[in-house]
């Protein structure tokens, strides 16, 4: 399968844990983006890689969360003392640096996250 | 307000109905239009990208009106597997970011 890859698939944790996921995307890929999706709602931007680059971050994104893509290929986002707030599916998308119109952003199966 | 509005349904139609959906933005900047289709606990996958002259793909035709800032999807002789979410799509002016509406659920009955 060279789709995007998402681990974990789900993740239930206590409040004030930290968790980490990780994203692989397909592979010629240059940009990588994070989304966070609730129940009944369309997925959220929250920030997206070229290459290793972090261009974009949303103001969704508190200091609590952090995102890497070291060397530009897998990224992974941190979300320490996670709070009952942070419930949600978190999806990575890839896409090939091309005109807006063109560039079709191609997402991963997302991690579900629940905070007890 | 929310940059993107649709409503959200569920429209519950026959096999063989044609429906349509509608969608409204509010970034007059934006630059390009999708609808993404998202089965339950799945994620979205591109189902078309809407152009201003309208494009037509099978049974689905999606309608671009920049001066209305709104975005129509028409599904033709529905199918069962059409049952899912919609999500209607703008990639904004300031960077590579999509901005999701809350998605329109469809449900075909036999």
């Known amino acids: 399968d060279t789709g995007v890859s998402q681990n974990p698939r789900h993740k239930i944790t206590k409040r004030g844990q930290n968790v980490t996921f990780r994203c692989d995307p397909i592979?010629?890929?240059?940009?990588l983006y994070w989304y966070r999706q609730t129940l009944g709602q369309g997925p959220e931007f929250l920030t997206y890689?070229?290459?290793?680059?972090?261009?974009?971050k949303s103001r969704l994104l508190s200091d609590r969360f952090s995102a890497e893509r070291p060397k530009g290929s897998f990224s992974t986002l941190e979300i320490q003392r996670t709070e009952q707030g942070d419930s949600a599916m978190y999806l990575c998308?890839?896409?090939?640096?091309?005109?807006?119109?063109?560039?079709?952003?191609?997402f991963g199966p997302g991690t579900r996250l629940l905070v007890l | 307000r929310k940059e993107v509005e649709q409503d959200p349904g569920p429209f519950n139609v026959p096999e063989g109905a044609t429906v349509a959906f509608n969608c409204t933005y509010s970034?007059?900047?934006?630059?390009?239009f999708f609808w993404y289709r998202q089965d339950c606990r799945k994620e979205p996958k591109l189902l078309m990208s809407?152009?201003?002259s309208g494009n037509e793909d099978g049974r689905f035709t999606a309608q671009l009106n920049r001066a209305s800032q709104y975005i129509s999807l028409l599904i033709r002789d529905s199918k069962l597997s059409d049952s899912a979410t919609y999500l209607c799509?703008?990639?904004?002016?300031?960077?590579?970011?999509?901005?999701f509406g809350g998605g329109t659920r469809l449900m075909v009955k036999p």
């Open positions: 998308a890839s896409s090939h640096r091309g005109l807006p119109a063109q560039e079709t952003q191609y």
């Open positions: 592979s010629e890929h240059n940009r």
């Open positions: 890689f070229q290459n290793e680059a972090q261009l974009e």
């Open positions: 970034n007059s900047a934006s630059q390009s």
């Open positions: 809407v152009y201003s």
């Open positions: 799509v703008v990639n904004s002016n300031a960077g590579n970011m999509l901005t």
